[in-house]
């Protein structure tokens, strides 16, 4: 999902974190620029990607034991 000022200039190294922490601190901010809406939307694709993934996984499972 694009996010506003993603046409703003980088500085080197600007955008990658330091760690576990400060990436899911970074992952929160994201999440809490978005409007109820917006955070409703990501939950929905994140969900269906989350499933057409899942499906693969039984396939596969399935495959092999079968």
Same mark, same amino acid.
């Given at each position: 999902m694009k996010q506003d /000022?993603? $046409?703003r200039s980088h500085r080197p190294g600007e955008g990658f974190d330091r760690g576990w $922490? /400060?990436? *899911? *601190? *970074? &992952?929160?901010?994201?999440g809490l620029a978005l409007?109820? @809406? &917006?955070? @409703? *939307?990501? @939950? =929905?694709?994140?969900?269906? =990607?989350?499933q057409r993934l899942l499906g693969r996984a039984r396939t596969v499972r399935r495959a092999r034991l079968g």
């Open positions: /000022g993603s $046409d $922490d /400060g990436h *899911r *601190r *970074r &992952q929160a901010r994201m409007s109820p @809406l &917006q955070r @409703l *939307r990501w @939950l =929905e694709q994140t969900m269906e =990607e989350m």
